[in-house]
């Protein structure tokens, strides 16, 4: 029922490339291959993108000329289109100059040549692969790559399309981290050596900014809210959690009606906060003194901050800007990407239990999340509403963002299952996740990657899109098995 704030957005250019010597010795033959980039071009559209067609390039001149044109329009992402052999000088002065991902396609007409009939035409119509190698050759001599080469046919080829999908949503992530402002608020949970991170760094990886807030901005928020505000807030949280009876966890009570309306209050004043500072998403945590209004604001954003996850606005809580960032790239993949880190094995059944004390990104849970009021979170001050749900059942995907020796950063993916099953009725977001070969193996794996012990869930198996986004960022990656 929540919806995004902003929809996921990505301007994607496409350029065809051929050989201008075969227009005239084959007449029609250039209408018909700009029938087939048409095709391709509608391929593209169809994955909710703005894109940018800059035609055929048949000749160095064109693309000489096309290259300035590409460079001031803000693109994310360059597909070039492979309609039948072209040299590489149609291409060599495009791959020198731009600085986004290239992604070449070579998608065939035909399945096969009807050899019955087969002659010269028909060969240039699917001459599609013919000059990949000599882009991809050339592309290395200049010091530069292609991303990715999709080969394949144009109709009725399941996989090449989604492998089309997959670049139009990796193009949806580098929308999103461009010039996207991930505040930071508070401070790093006292002695956790693994939150801190660079916001200088954190920029030149990423190309964001780090705006440094305080919960000063956060109480000037607050103040501006209005009592219409907190009873519209009110229904939707009405609307959208379930609120049960307490179980087994004696710090657990049915949300009361004072923690419901803090946890209104605050979700109202997050509204204001997001807004006023023009935020892409949040890394925070803060104590303050016992009975003041910052520890009051601080201790009660988990279910505003859920919420605002729900709407593609990353809010990750302890501080963690790297995990911010990670849950960013998968909200921004359209698969979730809930706070989480490890809790106990179950070592009869061979799952282990992965979630958190909030926020969470409840796009994902399975079946309406729950509000519980807590008496204390464990570990930090504070009381009040909290956010408890499973991950929906299926294929999930972890994405834990960590520093090495060197300052740089590392990307730690894995993949698993959530299946059914209780979990601790505890107020906080739990999943069973199963992971191969065993659970305890890939967990050994993963912790020897040196990640830090938050990361972000998401839904479905995405490790490989996960890796290339990775791979043009250039960071440091590795797909746990």
């Known amino acids: 029922m929540i919806e995004r704030l902003k929809k996921r957005n990505a301007k994607i250019g496409i350029f065809a ?7 005239a010795q084959f007449p029609g033959l250039q209408e018909t291959l700009t029938g087939f980039h048409g095709e391709f071009c509608d391929k593209v559209k169809q994955n909710d993108v703005e894109m940018v067609d800059f035609g055929i390039i048949d000749t160095s001149e064109k693309a ?13 992402l360059l597909f070039c289109n492979m309609i039948t052999y072209a040299t590489s000088s149609v291409f060599a002065p495009i791959i020198r100059e731009m600085e986004i991902p290239m992604v070449m396609v070579a998608l065939q007409p035909r399945r096969a040549m009807d050899y019955t009939q087969a002659n010269t035409r028909m060969q240039l119509e699917n001459d ?5 190698p ?13 991303d990715d080469v999709i080969i394949g046919t144009l109709h009725d080829d399941a996989e090449a ?7 139009c949503d990796i193009a949806k992530v580098l929308n999103g981290l461009k010039g996207a402002r991930i505040g930071l608020m508070g401070h790093a949970l006292e002695a956790m050596y693994d939150m801190h991170a660079d916001p200088t760094a954190v920029s030149r990886a990423f190309g964001l900014h780090v705006p440094l807030l305080e919960m000063d901005d956060m109480i000037a928020a607050y103040q501006t809210i209005t009592k219409e505000e907190v009873e519209e807030k009110i229904r939707l949280i009405d609307r959208e959690f379930d609120m049960p009876e307490p179980k087994s966890d004696p710090i657990t009570t049915k949300l009361t009606d004072a923690d419901k309306y ?8 997050l509204d204001h906060f997001v807004e006023t500072h023009r935020l892409t998403g949040l890394a925070y945590y803060y104590e303050g003194l016992e009975g003041s209004l910052h520890r009051t604001l601080a201790s009660t954003f988990i279910v505003g901050n859920s919420i605002l996850n729900a709407q593609g606005v990353p809010m990750c809580g302890e501080f963690d800007l790297k995990t911010c960032i990670a849950m960013l790239i998968m909200d921004r993949l359209n698969i979730g990407g809930s706070f989480a880190e490890f809790h106990p094995f179950d070592f009869q059944e061979d799952f282990i239990l992965v979630g958190h004390d909030g926020p969470h990104h409840i796009a994902i849970a399975d079946g309406k999340p729950k509000l519980r009021s807590l008496s204390k979170y464990h570990g930090k001050p504070g009381s009040g509403a909290s956010v408890e749900f499973k991950i929906k059942e299926g294929p ?8 090495t020796a060197n300052d740089g950063f590392k990307f730690v993916i894995g993949e698993g299952v959530s299946k059914s099953g209780p979990i601790p009725p505890t107020g906080n977001t739990n999943t069973r996740g199963f992971f191969e070969p065993t659970t305890k193996e890939f967990i050994k794996k993963w912790v020897m990657e040196g990640p830090t012990h938050h990361y972000a869930l998401g839904v479905g198996h995405h490790a490989e899109t996960i890796a290339k986004i990775a791979q043009v960022l250039g960071i440091e990656y590795v797909i746990v098995k």
């Not at 991809?136 to 790559?145: H, N, S």
Request: contains cysteine.
């Open 128 to 132: 599609n692969i013919c000059s990949v």
């Open 161 to 167: 399309d989604a492998e089309i999908t997959r670049w």
């Open 64 to 76: 000489y000329d096309a290259v300035g044109k590409m460079k001031s329009a803000g693109l994310d």
């Open 396 to 403: 999930i995907t972890m994405l834990g963002i960590t520093q």
């Open 17 to 23: 490339v051929a050989h201008g010597t075969y227009w």
């Open 134 to 146: 000599e882009f991809t050759g050339v592309a290395i001599r200049m010091g530069k790559k292609v």
């Open 262 to 269: 803090q946890a209104a209050k605050t979700a109202v004043a």
